[in-house]
């Protein structure tokens, strides 16, 4: 996956094909840094998403 598609499949602005699609795209954002160097929105949810056990740190 790159950094679009997961901003994209995150964002809403691309249609995932399922849920674990998505949680990949957040797991991506996370894994590259790129969920703690774009708007805060991504960071707070990346965070929210890892407290709850979807994906890592």
Known sequence: MDNYK???LA??????????????AWQHLVDTGLAWQLQGWFGRTAQQLIDSGYITA
């Open 11 to 24: 964002e809403g602005f691309i249609e995932a094909d399922s849920e674990e699609q998505v949680l990949a």
């Open 6 to 8: 997961a901003v994209g």
